[in-house]
């Protein structure tokens, strides 16, 4: 099985690059990384939990893939973790992404989910999208 997971979080970081609003939002430029960087100061985001399932059909490769971005909010502050986490929704649903190998049958936003992080207080905003994917063929 090859795995959409890699190419749809790349494509999901091309899609947010060029967006000033979510730059601002994360103090200037977008902050989205694999893990947390060592001692980053938030607003910044990682990608989070993801799940490709086979899900083929009529002969057709697919996947349903389940995908999270995590936003790490300032200290006390939902409003920082939520303006990013809403601007990444709103870039996410629906659109239409090039991924590597595999074509792009559907794109949604699942949730947008809150957590405070009871040990930091930090607050972590999630934003969770479902696809599903097709691998391409030679």
């Not at 936003?109 to 972590?124: C, G, K, L, M, Q």
């Amino acid at each position: 099985m090859t795995s959409p997971l890699l190419p749809l979080r790349a494509a999901i970081l091309a899609a947010l690059e060029g967006d000033t609003v979510i730059a601002q939002a994360m103090g200037g430029a977008l902050r989205l990384h694999d893990e947390p960087p060592f001692g980053a100061v938030p607003v910044y985001a990682v990608f989070g939990d993801g799940e490709a399932r086979d899900d083929s059909v009529d002969g057709a490769r697919r996947h349903r893939v389940s995908l999270a971005v995590t936003v790490f909010g300032k200290r006390g502050s939902t409003r920082s973790a939520l303006d990013a986490a809403e601007r990444i929704a709103a870039l996410l649903d629906d659109v239409a992404l090039t991924l590597a190998g595999h074509a792009l049958v559907s794109l949604r936003v699942d949730a947008v989910t809150t957590h405070r992080d009871e040990a930091t207080s930090e607050i972590h905003a999630t934003v969770t999208v479902k696809a599903v994917t097709e691998v391409l063929t030679n």
